[in-house]
């Protein structure tokens, strides 16, 4: 029976041999138009092959190298192969690759693999004799690294257990790396284990049984057993025994390094039904034993999380939405803690979701979630006081000492859309105040301005943020707009225009030692607008402004304002007006008068200018500088005074001795 | 009193309202003031630090003492008057 199957296995390895010739054959013909003889392409298949399986060992893991050329695209396959040979080889290789694109790389990459694989075979069949020649001649006798890359180990572990030793195999377990230093180490596998493993498949070669052997994985799994704390030193050679057996009867696969790694109870009894429960390849039975198994580590891990986050939300004097979001993101490795809302039944849970590290799937724990709902609920109330605080100071402040920094010309982020009713914001954050209103209604008039304030809260649905808006109210939109309106007396003006004299009724009044004057139906084109001057009422034409409600281009649509409006605007803005009419002094429209502008734009324009506070407290510096001075001047005065009194007090008791004598 | 223009800074760095409810502060202020120069800049340093109240206390010492001044300048004036006359 063997020697059939040593007779098939060598007809398979001629039928192979004589195709791989074949394909490069073709392969060559493809390039270079022009036929190779069979003997040569097996010269240079040989060359390639040796090349291949000497350069092998340079590299940091064989299972690399296999996975590149079996697994990858062309790009890879074509980069392994050639990794793998010396100039001269690479040379004779590419005599062999023509077109990329007619998928040519994969073929002419699996031929060389291949023949790789068949020249290792051969090595094999010359007995254990020729395979330690064969190991004395690498570079750093790593056979096992050689083997994984061309997927023989199992192979070469046959061959070394028939007719090898326990050395030969311990040999083979061991592997060679390059430390941190840049030096060449070993790393080998304990004599106890090899010696174990060295019987088990000699027992499965016994009974003629295939066998399964990976010395990486193998490895790994003894490396778990080996760090495993929960095990006595009993239990971990009754793991060894079971692992040994089962992986080389390919009834094991690497989640069990990882299960025997993970906090589980009863880990021995855990093991063995692990091991029993793989055997039957009932993976969906199998995914459930280990969450049930490694559920409580999880349910700990949650709590842990849980209760580190809550301490540190404890630990906040000022919480805020904001800071929730950064103690969780700072928290957050691999789970996700959040509150889960649900709108049917309108109650909330917060949820650990985590990734299960050895089946990969993804599961929730629920949390008792009220000392988390508690901190939310503080943090979206201080937020929600701040945005108070900041309407109470504004509202406080009034409309006269509100500067916008932020135009209207802007998209503000916080609000998808440009509103025309926005007049600007004090600052660029999400949470800057802002200001709406201000628009012209029907009557002419100017409307209320009211402050806005968004604020961050932390959402029902989730761990996200939201904004919500706090307006002022009624109450506070009417003491920010408010203000002492001054006398308003009446006179009538007769004045000179250039196509002769006219009579108008002009209302006077004061507001912080400057004299108004402001009259309606000025006309132009049959458009009509009001004026507004300070100082004499000869002042008007040259010295006045025009203000309009129309926004129309045309002349002849202009239509004033109602004069109360424009005396409030004035009475709340008092320094930033006269501010104003300074530099539109001399400014002219088309009509070659004075400037006609629109009342909301006069209201935008002077809400960008410095509060009424700064501007008075220019006017102080201002002031006490000129008094400063003034001081000094009558300081100098007072002393020449004093000196030339002097002197003439002086010649007074001069002369007085003169008269006397 | 000479003042360094260090000096000056931490003077007004220092400066508390409540301070300036005390009337001999505020002379130290117009000193300071006048070894500044009567700088624009630094009156407005001064000036941030107040409220209105304490402004106007401020320009009330100030105009006080221009009154003074005014009135011992004349007093003088019109005591060379009538001695003059005299001769």
Not at chain 1, 210 to 228: L, Q, V, W
Not at chain 1, 333 to 343: F, G, K, V
Not at chain 1, 587 to 609: N, P, R, V, W
Request: glycine residues 4%; aromatic residues 10%; charged residues 40%.
């Amino acid at each position: 029976m063997k020697k059939e199957n040593l007779e098939n296995e060598q007809m398979k390895r001629k039928e192979l041999k004589s195709n791989i010739i074949k394909e490069l054959s073709e392969l060559y013909y493809k390039k270079n138009k022009k036929e190779r003889e069979a003997d040569k392409i097996e010269r240079d298949l040989d060359k390639i092959a040796s090349k291949m399986i000497e350069s092998v060992e340079e590299f940091g893991d064989g299972k690399q190298i296999a996975h590149e050329i079996l697994e990858c695209g062309k790009d890879r396959q074509y980069g392994a192969i050639i990794s793998l040979l010396g100039n001269k080889e690479k040379k004779i290789a590419d005599t062999y690759l023509g077109s990329w694109y007619s998928g040519d790389v994969n073929e002419w990459t699996l031929d060389f693999y291949n023949a790789a694989i068949l020249k290792l075979k051969e090595m094999l069949d010359g007995g254990i004799e020729k395979y330690r020649e064969f190991e004395e001649d690498c570079l750093y006798g790593d056979t096992n690294k050689i083997a994984s890359a061309f997927n023989m180990e199992e192979e070469f572990v046959n061959l070394l257990v028939k007719e090898g030793n326990k050395s030969d195999l311990n040999r083979f377990m061991r592997t060679m790396y390059i430390s941190k230093d840049g030096e060449w180490k070993e790393k080998s596998c304990p004599k106890r284990l090899v010696s174990k493993i060295f019987d088990m498949v000699k027992d499965a070669q016994d009974k003629d049984k295939k066998i399964r052997f990976n010395r990486n994985e193998i490895m790994r799994g003894f490396t778990a057993i080996y760090k495993c704390e929960d095990l006595t030193d009993k239990e971990k050679e009754e793991i060894e025994d079971l692992y040994i057996k089962a992986y080389l009867d390919d009834q094991i696969d690497d989640t069990f390094s990882k299960l025997i790694i993970f906090n589980v109870a009863d880990k021995l009894e855990t093991m063995k039904q692990y091991i029993q429960l793989y055997k039957e390849r009932d993976f969906e039975k199998l995914n459930e034993f280990i969450e049930e198994k490694t559920l409580p580590e999880y349910e700990r891990k949650a709590c842990k999380l849980y209760d580190q986050f809550i301490e540190k939300l404890q630990k906040e004097d000022d919480l805020t939405p904001e800071k929730i979001m950064a103690i969780k993101e700072n928290l957050k490795i691999t789970e996700d803690l959040y509150i889960s809302y649900c709108e049917e039944t309108n109650k909330s849970s917060c949820l650990f979701e985590f990734r299960n590290a050895i089946t990969g799937l993804r599961d929730f724990i629920e949390l008792d979630n009220n000392e988390f709902e508690k901190y939310i609920e503080i943090a979206n109330n201080n937020s929600r006081k701040e945005a108070e605080l900041k309407l109470n100071d504004a509202t406080k402040k009034g409309i006269g000492n509100i500067q916008i920094t932020d135009g209207d010309n802007e998209y503000i982020d916080r609000i998808k859309e440009r509103k025309d009713d926005i007049i600007g914001a004090v600052g660029k954050n999400n949470d800057s105040l802002y200001l709406k209103g201000g628009k012209i209604n029907g009557k002419r008039e100017l409307g209320d301005v009211k402050a806005i304030v968004p604020y961050y809260i932390v959402g029902k649905n989730g761990n996200y943020i939201c904004i919500e808006e706090m307006e002022m109210s009624e109450e506070q939109v009417k003491d920010f707009n408010q203000v002492e309106m001054p006398d308003v007396k009446e006179h009538t003006y007769r004045y000179r225009r250039v196509d002769g004299y006219y009579s108008s009724t002009v209302s006077d009044f004061q507001i912080n030692g400057e004299t108004y004057h402001i009259k309606n139906d000025d006309w132009t084109n049959d458009g009509t607008y009001t004026v507004l001057w300070k100082g004499q009422d000869s002042n008007y034409p040259e010295e006045a402004m025009g203000i309009t409600s129309s926004y129309s281009e045309w002349a002849r649509c202009q239509r004033g304002v109602n004069n109360e409006y424009v005396i409030k605007l004035i009475a709340q803005n008092p320094r930033r007006f006269a501010k104003l009419i300074e530099e539109n002094q001399g400014t002219q429209d088309s009509c070659g008068c004075f400037s006609l502008s629109h009342l909301e734009s006069i209201f935008k324009y002077i809400a960008k200018m410095p509060t009424e506070e700064q501007l008075e407290k220019e006017e102080a510096v201002e002031k006490i500088a000129k008094l400063a001075n003034e001081k000094e001047r009558l300081e100098d005065k007072e002393v020449k005074t004093e000196e030339l009194l002097k002197q003439f007090e002086i010649l007074e008791k001069q002369k007085g001795k003169r008269v006397g004598e | 009193m000479d003042v360094s223009n260090e000096k000056r800074e931490k003077f007004v760095t220092k400066l508390r309202q409540e301070d300036y409810e005390n009337k001999e502060l505020l002379i130290k202020v117009q000193q300071v003031i006048k070894e500044s120069g009567n700088s624009k800049e630094y009156i407005s340093k001064i000036i941030k630090k107040l409220n209105k109240e304490q402004i106007l206390e401020l320009r009330k010492l100030y105009e006080k003492d221009i009154e003074r001044l005014n009135t011992k300048i004349n007093y003088d004036k019109r005591k060379m008057m009538s001695l003059k006359s005299e001769w």
